[in-house]
C-alpha cells in the first residue's frame, strides 16, 4: 500500500510561490497517475492539476492555469506542483493522491495523503 506525504505548504504573500511536494513510499508512482487537489474552509474539495504516469499529459483547473506546473520525478518517486503568482483565494489544504480508475473523476483517485496548509495573504 503506498502512503503519499505532501509538504512545502506555507505562509505567503499575494504575488509569492510556493513548491509542493508529494513523496510516495511502500512502492513507486510509477505507473499511475497523479492528481493535485485542494480544500479551502467550508468548501468541497476541488481539482487542482493532474499529471500522467509518464509526465507527459497534464491537465490544470482554469482557476490556476497559467500559474501553476504540476511535474513529476519517478526517479525521486516524488510529485511536485509550482505555485507562481499565488493569490489569496489560493489559501487550502493541498493533497495530492493517485489515479486508480477510469475517469478523472475524484472518486477516482485514492491514497490520499494528510495534506499539506497553503496560505496566502494580500
Known amino acids: 500500500q503506498v502512503q503519499l506525504v505532501e509538504s512545502g505548504g506555507g505562509l505567503v504573500q499575494a504575488g509569492g510561490s510556493l513548491r509542493l511536494s508529494c513523496s510516495a513510499s511502500?512502492?513507486?508512482?510509477?505507473?499511475?497517475?497523479v492528481g493535485w487537489f485542494r480544500q479551502a474552509p467550508g468548501k468541497e474539495r476541488e481539482f487542482v492539476a493532474r499529471?500522467?504516469?509518464?509526465?507527459?499529459?497534464?491537465v490544470y483547473a482554469d482557476s490556476v492555469k497559467g500559474r501553476f506546473t504540476i511535474s513529476r520525478d519517478n526517479v525521486k518517486n516524488t510529485v511536485y506542483l509550482q505555485m507562481n503568482s499565488l493569490k489569496p483565494e489560493d489559501t487550502a489544504i493541498y493533497y495530492c493522491?493517485?489515479?486508480?480508475?477510469?475517469?478523472?473523476?475524484?472518486?477516482?483517485?485514492?491514497?490520499w495523503g494528510q495534506g499539506t496548509q497553503v496560505t496566502v495573504s494580500s
Open positions: 511502500g512502492r513507486t508512482f510509477g505507473t499511475y497517475g
Open positions: 499529471i500522467s504516469w509518464s509526465g507527459v499529459s497534464t
Open positions: 493522491a493517485e489515479h486508480y480508475g477510469s475517469t478523472w473523476s475524484i472518486r477516482d483517485f485514492g491514497s
